[in-house]
């Protein structure tokens, strides 16, 4: 028994339990990954707006995959507040024009990205977002400032179609 | 525990014992010797049964009337409380019995804390009673989104989110948990299953907490082990039984005062209005029994730090067994501990009171202290006081601050310096 050569049996055993391992592992997985995101969930369109008659320093809110979607036109003393923040006073550092393609035009998802709730409009510290859950502020480039929230708030992919048309995804 | 052989009178019962000693099990848990000192606050073991066959009654019964759908959900609910024979009440009890439950658990685990009831041999015990209460909060949250109201779809919104502070795999965790790109109908769907699945779990590991229990025996109020069953223990029936049914009855007062008189008060009026993905609740705040925790969460300002200091608060209750490294079981005989182990139910309560303000100003600052405190308290101070403390001496036997002339623990306990 003290013996340490390995014999027939070590082999048989051990492929046993490799080609079991192999076996639930595959059996286990179907369990898992169909939880994932099913296929008419990912087949969700992209979305297309019409901005036409939004104001500057007006927003309006649309759901793109079950998330609200922020689409302000902002006034031009929002995008020089914007743009006069020195990048070594963002937690999360991201030039305005990084966010803003066309800076009149800010389209970001509003979700705070702590745990997901939705800021509110013209609110905060920084004349931003503000998100009531747990105290995050966000200044007028969705720029994370103060609070617990980790990031900024995200850029979904988004183009003009035209003048007046904004296309989500 | 009862050593003694049982042998079912009738013939019938002596068969089917031999086959399925079932008898035998039923006379072991009505023979089981119990300390005859046992206070009220040991009645919550059975409260808690109580609490747990409650919900699963009133929750099969809503389950027949109840449509796990995102568009239907909401309106189902409203179809309980106002087409269905008394669906009001079925869900109200179920609803309030959730609070009840927890209210229970709260005493009888800061009942555990304050007689040492989770150290040797009872730390298996303590543990599947934590994995108990940590599937109960998992089973109150689920319940709680079924009504898919603001404060459902907001909760489910933020718990879910805790986990994409896991880094690197934490976002395609939280999109496995919702199956979608934001908390939806599969969200509704997989809650409502686990929500069904998990109080027979719960009862599961009661089994096991019961059976772990009937091993060592009941801690006792002067908490030493029993030196002589016949004086120092009762038989469960008819002493305890009557004891608990009797608490169970105060109890169940209680139970039906909320569910009768103020059946709303433990909610949130926001639920009462339907799930918009657009708009968060301006002030979102868990069910009361999990604040402590959510004022833990909101007083770290780092998102994962945050999450991990929740979970601590909870998982640390685990080691406990280990961190207290005071031989005496009771606080009765531990004047230092006693008065920390108030200190720590003030702690909890204003942690409590703060999860459920404005997570800003001078509430921030007091969740930033006791959360300290919290920690303080299990870290540093109850491993500390184990070798610091200047015990009292212990009775030798639980009789004995009965019999031994006063039920007064200081009487007996003079008493015995003269001796």
Redo the contacts between chains.
Sequence with gaps: MSEKKTNRRDFLFTATYAVGAVGVGAVVWPM?DQ????AS?KALASTEVDVSSLNPGKTI?V?W????VFIRRRTQEEIAEAKSVKLEDLKDPQKDEDRAKDPEWLVMLGVCT???????DQKGDYNGWF?????SHYDTSGRIRK????TNMEIPKYEFVNANTIKIG | MSDHEYTPKSKFGKWFNDRLPLLSLASHLTDYPTPKNLNYWWTFGGILTFCLITQIVTGLVLAMHYIAHADMAFDSVEHIMRDVNYGWLIRYIHANGASMFFLAVYIHIFRSLFYGSYKSPREVIWIIGIIIYLLMMAAAFMGYVLPWGQMSFWGATVITNLFSAIPLVGEGIVTWLWGGYSVDNPTLTRFFTLHYLIPFLILGLVVLHIWALHVPGNNNPVGIDIQKPSKDTVPFHPYIVIKDGFALLMFSIVFAFFVFYTPNILGHADNYIEADPLVTPAHIVPEWYLLPFYAILRSVPDKLLGVVAMLSAIFILAALPWLDTSKIRSAVFRPLYRQFYWILVADVLILGYVGAMPAEGLYLLIARVATAYYFLHFLVILPVLGFKEKTLPIPLSITEPVLGGSSNFALAKNKKKFE
Aim: charged share 10%; proline share 21%.
């Design positions: 898992i939880m994932n995101p099913d969930v809110t759901l995959r079950g998330k609200p702590h745990l997901g709730c939705v800021p509110l998100c009531p859950c747990h105290g609070g617990p929230a980790p």
